[in-house]
Structure formats: C-alpha cells, structure tokens
DNA sequence: AGAATAGTGTCTATCAGACATTATTTG
DNA sequence: CAAATAATGTCTGATAGACACTATTCT
C-alpha cells in the first residue's frame, strides 16, 4: 500500500497521560512513517473500518485499545480510556481526508516500568518539555484538548484514582492532583476534602503504613472496590 | 447511488434542542429513505470526505451547519453548535460501517416560528414524548448523551442564554432552566445566581418592560454583547 | 381594594482558602 | 531531643437551599 495514502478514513489518536516525578507526562511517539517521517506525535492508527458491509472491522473503543496496547505493551484491559473529541478539519491530514476520533488514557505509576524506553516514544512533561510546535498534523490541538479534558475531571476523585498507584497515601494523590493543575493546594485543606470521599465511602484505608525517611508513617488507601477499572461510557464504539 | 449503501463513512448527527411551553424538546425527523424509513431519527448526514486527495471535501462543522440548515430552514449563522461524541460501534449501522460524529445545537424560542412544520419533522418533549425505543441506528443512545451534555453544562449562563429570547425577564430563563433540568429551582434563589451574572457583566438590561396580565411588569435583560452566537470550540472540524 | 407577578432580604448549612498545632516515627 | 512528615482543628468568606416580605401594575 502506498505510505502516503491513508489506509482509512477514520483513525484515532490517543492521549496517554501519567504522573511521574511530580509532573504530569504524556507520552509521544515518534513516527516512523510519512508523513512527518521522525516528528514526535501522539500514539494512533487507523481504524479498520471493515469493507464497508461484509467484514465488520473494529469498533472504534477498541481501535483505542490495541493502539493503547501497542505503544504500552500493557494489557488493552488495564487501559483506562475516554473519548474525548473527534477532529476531522479538511486538510489536517497531507495524505488525505482523515477523520480521527481522540481517546485520553490514564496510567499509574507502577505500570510506567512496565513499559520501558522501547520503541521510538518520551514521556514528556506537559508543563515544559511538550515540543508543541512541532508535534505532527494537528496534534498540538489535540493534547491541549486532551490536557483541558483532565483538568477539567480531576476534581473527580475516579479520574485521580486512575493516576496513583492502587494503594496510596493522602500525600501521594494530593501530589498528583498538584502535578495536573500545575498549582499547590494546601496540605490541610486537601485532607478536609479527601476525609468527605472516607465519608462518602469512596476511599477505604488499606493494610499496612508507608514511610519514607524518619518521619511518621502514612496511612495507605485504596478506592473501595467497584470492578477494576474502565468507564463504560455511551461513545463504547 | 445504492440508496441501501451509505455513500459515506463518516456522518454527523444533530440533537437540536429548543424550550417552549416549559418543556425541553428535541429535534426528530422521520426518515425519508431506507434503513428504517419511516421512523424517527435524529437529523444527520453523510459527511463529504471528498476523493481522498484531490477534492477536500467539507469539514465536520461545515456538514453539521448544512444539516442544521437542510433541517431548520434558519442561516447556518444562527446555529449554536457544540461536538458531542463520536459514535462509531460497528453494526450500529445496517447500510454499512459509518463512524457518527453528534453534535448538540440549541435554538431560540423565536426562531422556532420560523421554521414551522414542514417536511416530516417534529419536536418531541424530551421528558415523556421521545418514542425513545423506536429511535432509527442507535439514535436514543445520541440523544440520551446530547441530553446529559445539555444537562451537565446548563448551569453555565451561555448554554442557557441560547434557550431564551435575545432579550429575556428573569422568570423567563429561570424557566429555561427549570425546563432543562425538570425541577423547579426557587426564584428568589435564581434571582441572586442572576444577580452575580449582573455583578459579573454577564448580562445587562435591554431597553423597554415586559409584562402579561394584570401584574407588575418585569424589566427585560439581555447578554452583554460578544459576538453574536457560535462558540469556537477546538473540535471545530 | 384585590389579584397577580416582580423584586429584595434573612437564616442556615456546606464547602474552599488561609493558617497553627499536635502526633508519631527515625536518628 | 531534634528532624521530618502525618494528621487534626479553627477562622473566614462565598454560595446554595429554605423561607417571608415589599413593590408595582391591572381590574
């Protein structure tokens, strides 16, 4: 098949986001195909869209998981994936009329090791490292999209649970929730808030203590058990 | 053309939303052609991709403000059009595989004069007259997500100012809102909300009295001018 | 005057931001 | 005990819900 035609008209891109050193990250690919042969982008591929009758092709969550499971090497079930928008303006795309359909993805820290340096892909911190300006096609709009879509959820404490580890300390999900909205919430009142999701039976405090240094040790939590993770959202496929 | 074969792989879905006589109603067609021909849809069509090279086709926001058109009669210019979702299951389209981008549109009260009832079009309450189990494709699935939409951002006072008049009392938008959310919030607490879009510059008083029957007649409001309409949002096509 | 709707004010609970203090561990 | 981080509590201002009264018009 020719490189420079769109195998499909539909694809979907992916905007996978992770907290790591206290800042927020989001992973890039860079491609190796063209067009923009070697330009950092987001993970994404096309949509096999059937023939249109006969073979039914895939549907478009899943179409986001195995790009998810193919740059991460994670399990498509341990993805956590939202449609966020699609984009489709005439002439983002040199090879032709593409219409993607962007997901955002959230991964916890534990699993970052898993995944390695493989491949051609960074984990850029958005704050500063992002190469906006020269991220391929319209990809820039896409991850500022992308950015806008979790800061705008992450007062919803599901959305943090899916950036910490399973078990975590107040001061763990309080840093990662720092990390997102670029901005330091004071210790107590973050506390307050969180003592109404043990309340509200959101949070439940799990076996064992973490400490660091020579310090008082923390309590350890973990969301209450609802089925492991995946929001089952309307736009499934 | 094949009419039982969709001429295109991407399509863009309209839920049109409008307040009158209390209720909030939603935008139906009946389909003209084949699949389900004859049942209630929401109004929507193939989007032109163009030849995938050559020709550019149309972008998304482009064929949502045609379809607008095609439906309402009313300028492209007039229509409040915001990106949904995505809808891309396959199988939810019998024709074939067609990914749906749905947008959602709110309409003046006023305009809806304009547009009467020609064609096969209807406004459906969408609390208890949507024949929600005999939507057409996975309509009521569109429909359910646009109403959440509506629902989850009404609170902001742009998203209501589209519902109301260009000028507007108070008890008329808090009708508005009350309509949207199907309960009745207290007026005297709606008046102080309005009375901070006041404070914030949000809203300004038009010219002229409002009043019906025998009672004290109302002083009429309006949004301080911006731009007419439209919000520019980054999925813009 | 009476009916009807417009507009203003009060009391209370909840929640966010700013800030001080006590508690528990290691060295 | 000193250092370091964990955890709790107080004061204040903004906002939402429940509720009572005054104002302006028409009949």
Redesign the pocket.
Known sequence: MDPAVSPSPVAVDLVVFAVTDGDLKVLLVRRQAPPFRGTWALPGDAVDLGDMGRRSGEDLRAAAQRVFRTHTGLARDSAWLQQLLAFGRSGRDPRGRVITVAWWSLIRPELLSLIGTRNQMEWFSIGEEVPWMRLALDHAEILAAGADALRARV?QPDVLFELVPQSF???EIQAAESAILDRT?????F???F??WIDAGLVEQAPG???????????VWRPTCRVPGHPEDRSAG
Chains 1, 2 share one sequence.
């Open positions: 007062e300390t107040v001061a919430t004071d210790a107590r009142n506390r307050r808030r003592q109404r203590k973490r400490h660091l240094g020579r310090s008082r040790p923390a309590k």
